[in-house]
């Protein structure tokens, strides 16, 4: 994994490099849609799972995910939805017992409260429905810009690029950005992607991120980006 920045370090310290010509990401992006199929069309487990089969699933599912891995998010997730389906179901449901049913996740404890906390803004602020907006979507408790941009794309249909760890990684390698900050990276890639790859370039970039452009060995040797890479040309010529 990257290293993690000290205490003493600003995580924006690196300042933002202009993204790649729009010409370069329209290759970038060509290969990996030739390369990576769609969760639609994928047996991915979130997608098997149910797991954004509905708006409300959708948005604890995600909220759920943050620093942890699709099969604890699953364990959590499917239970879950066996006992709520909606927002006030989700309120009432005792807290003790939400967080039994979620422990699988990490941070279990703060995602309880959050996930409470969250249910009673949607009930009371917004009549019980999902925002369908970025401003009201970060107000809410425990969303942040990789959840905002995750449900703006697939539960929303506003195409949105979300950036987590691999994204990033694979972002900076490629040398379409140069910054430690994911969202400063996501402010760039969005503005700069063309809008007929916007709608999949998260489940392509995430997908070459955890099979080929991994955090400790990046596998070069099998990628198919590397004309296009700067961290492969500066490590070939090392």
Wanted: net charge positive; hydrophobic share 35%.
């Amino acid at each position: 994994m990257p290293a993690t920045p000290s205490r003493s370090q600003n995580t924006s310290r690196r300042v933002a490099a202009p993204v790649a010509a729009k010409r370069d990401l329209d290759a970038i992006y060509g290969i990996l849609s030739k390369t990576y199929t769609t969760f639609d069309e994928t047996d991915d487990p979130w997608m098997t799972n149910g797991l954004s089969s509905t708006p409300f699933k959708s948005l604890v599912s995600v909220c759920l995910s943050t620093m942890t891995i699709t099969k604890r998010v699953v364990n959590a997730a499917v239970p879950l939805y066996e006992k709520v389906s909606t927002f006030e179901e989700l309120r009432d449901l005792p807290d003790d017992e939400l967080r039994r049913i979620i422990k699988p996740v990490a941070h279990y404890n703060r995602k309880t409260k959050n996930l409470k906390e969250m249910a009673r803004q949607i009930i009371e602020d917004y009549g019980g429905s999902i925002p369908d907006n970025r401003d009201d979507l970060i107000k809410l408790q425990g969303v942040g810009r990789k959840c905002v941009d995750i449900l703006m794309n697939f539960t929303l249909s506003q195409d949105s690029i979300a950036v987590d760890t691999h994204v990033l990684r694979v972002l900076n390698r490629l040398g379409v950005v140069d910054t430690t900050s994911a969202k400063q990276a996501a402010d760039l890639i969005n503005a700069q992607t063309p809008a007929r790859h916007k709608r999949h370039a998260h489940e392509w970039l995430i997908q070459y991120g955890m099979k080929i452009c991994v955090a400790r060995t990046p596998k070069c040797a099998h990628c198919p980006l590397t004309k296009h890479c700067d961290w492969y040309a500066e490590h070939r010529a090392a």
